[in-house]
Nanobody, 115 residues
Framework: QVQLVESGGGLVQTGGSLRLSCAAS????????MGWYRQAPGKQRELVAD???????NYADSVKGRFTISRDNAKNTVYLQMNSLKPEDTAVYYC?????????WGQGTQVTVSS
C-alpha cells in the first residue's frame, strides 16, 4: 500500500506564494512519477505538475514559470512551490503517485487565492 500525506495549503492573496508538501510512505519503491493535480468546483481534476523517478518535470501551461515541483528523495517527499498565485489557482490540490500503471492519491489540501 501507498500513503500520501499533503500539507501546506491555505488562504493567500493574489500574487502571494505557498508551498505544498507531500510525504509518501509504504510500497513506493520503483514508482514512475509523483505529482500534483487540482480540482476546482465544477471542473475536472487536472494535472498541475509532475516529476518522474529520474527527475524529469512536466507542467501545465497555466502554471509554467510560476510553479516549481521538486523532490527530496531522502524524505520521499515532493514539493510544489507556487508563486504569483492567481484567483484561478483556487482549488483542492491532490498529491499523486503513479506506480505500475496505478494511481494513488492523497486526501487533498485546499488552496484559496483571494482577489
Amino acid at each position: 500500500q501507498v500513503q500520501l500525506v499533503e500539507s501546506g495549503g491555505g488562504l493567500v492573496q493574489t500574487g502571494g506564494s505557498l508551498r505544498l508538501s507531500c510525504a509518501a510512505s509504504g510500497s513506493i519503491l520503483g514508482f514512475n512519477s509523483m505529482g500534483w493535480y487540482r480540482q476546482a468546483p465544477g471542473k475536472q481534476r487536472e494535472l498541475v505538475a509532475d516529476i518522474t523517478r529520474v527527475g524529469m518535470t512536466n507542467y501545465a501551461d497555466s502554471v509554467k514559470g510560476r510553479f516549481t515541483i521538486s523532490r527530496d528523495n531522502a524524505k520521499n517527499t515532493v514539493y510544489l512551490q507556487m508563486n504569483s498565485l492567481k484567483p484561478e489557482d483556487t482549488a483542492v490540490y491532490y498529491c499523486n503517485l503513479n506506480k505500475n500503471l496505478r494511481n494513488y492519491w492523497g486526501q487533498g489540501t485546499q488552496v484559496t487565492v483571494s482577489s
